[in-house]
């Protein structure tokens, strides 16, 4: 079969296509024919060695999809022909991957591949960000960093979803509000000089929850966007810094900066993941949950994927077609 390969640590330029042998699958594995494979920050990092997560080189990356089973073990609940989502955590960016039972999901039939694609990292990790680690309460204000990508977008509809009362998207550039606006987000600001821009739209009283999937130089000013007992959602670091925090800052209003590990959270956690995936089903047959698709690319063209990703360029949720 066709897959793409990291083979050297020199970046998401040097990705290979190569053919492999089809993966076998271990005794309670299920094998999926990928439709589409999410791309996402961590396998960028994967590129150049910096991921946690550091397989024996060659690899092939991808740690979520969309597809049809070809196969499935005797008690899996799942068979032939069966359209589902799944997180196989490597191997995604190929044409077969095996997943574990636990870890794949049916896909509802008003769900594109490409959508489903979308859904297992930013969806259940937005899911856990809000509800879990957040706390969210119905009627909340929530302000999302990053809102044109896909965790970003995903946070905006898990949010609205869920109850909040407002969300307000933070981009750097007019395109990029329109993508998040689109995905459902009640208003967006511009990056530069969001502080100020935030306290008028919420006519001072600041925001309930802050996403922050970027870090950097934005996390100072996402504090002084918090209204009192407030919680800053420490997500990621797509803008490459990772900030520090005077936690004097925190006592005046009883704020909470808060990490958000999923990944780490549901290793620890079996059956987690399957409880989260079904809170997500009524909204994605009803609509309310739906990754907007900022790229569609083929096996070949993974690089261009990844760069995508790298130079924070996609609006959305880029994925890969075999």
Known sequence: MRAVQITTLDGPSAVEVVDIDAPAPGPDQ???????????????????????????????????????????????GFAPGDRVAALPMLGGFSEQVVTNADLTFRLPDNVSFEQGAGLPLNYLTAHFALLARGRMQAGETVLVHGAAGGVGTASIQVAKAFGAGQVIAVVSTEEKGDVAVAAGADTYVLADGFRDAVKEVTEKRGVDIVVDPVGGDRFTDSLRCLADDGRLLVIGFTAGSIPEVKVNRLLLNNLDVVGVGWGAYVLKRPGYVAAQWQELVPHLESGALAPPIGGTFGLADASKALEAIDTRAALGKVVLVP
């Open 30 to 76: 299920i094998v999926i024919d990928v439709r589409a494979a999410g791309v996402s920050f961590p396998e960028v990092l994967q590129t150049r060695g910096l991921y946690q997560v550091k397989p024996e080189l060659p690899f092939v990356p991808g740690s979520e999809i969309a597809g049809v089973v070809a196969t499935a073990p005797e008690g899996s």
